[in-house]
């Protein structure tokens, strides 16, 4: 099995021999992105790590890209855009949110959880059973109204 860094580099010499320049700049940040991490971390990303990674380097594009777009500046809005969906790639298929909703629900309702206070386990679980495939902040807004209906 090849480790989330080989795979880039790989990746990276394809993009560079098919003179894609967007997506190799855009993979050689998100190598960068892994490769202080395993410094940081003292050993090799595995696929969570990566997939946070690629989630908080989506975030960055897209946060970015609104700034950008409330700045005027429409053609550096597009360009983080692009590269946003060049990184969407290396998420697995995300979850709809009829599904998040369902599943956030069946665990407040077994943990018997209500009220704003409770955000916190909802996440935790969330997090983890969705890793890479539901962003933090739908699950956190589905949590809060489901939790929020329930101490009515």
Do not use: C, W
Not at 52 to 59: C, F, N, S, T
Not at 120 to 149: D, P, Y
């Amino acid at each position: 099995m090849t480790t989330p860094k080989k795979r880039l580099e790989m990746e990276i010499r394809e993009a560079l021999k098919s003179g894609q320049k967007q997506r190799l700049a855009t993979l050689r940040l998100l190598l960068t992105a892994v490769t202080n991490e395993r410094i940081a971390q003292g050993e090799e990303v595995d696929e969570a790590g990566f997939l946070r990674l690629v989630q908080k380097a989506i975030k960055q594009r897209r946060d970015s890209a609104e700034q950008y777009r409330n700045g005027g500046r429409e053609e550096l809005a597009t360009n983080e855009e692009a590269e946003a969906e060049i990184l969407n790639r290396y998420l697995p298929e995300q979850v709809d949110e009829d599904e998040l909703r369902r599943a956030i629900l069946e665990f407040v309702e077994h943990e018997n959880l209500a009220g704003a206070s409770a955000i916190g386990q909802v996440m935790k679980e969330m997090m983890t059973r969705f890793s890479g495939r539901a962003e933090g902040s739908s699950i956190n807004m589905i949590a809060r109204e489901i939790l929020a209906q329930r101490t009515e």
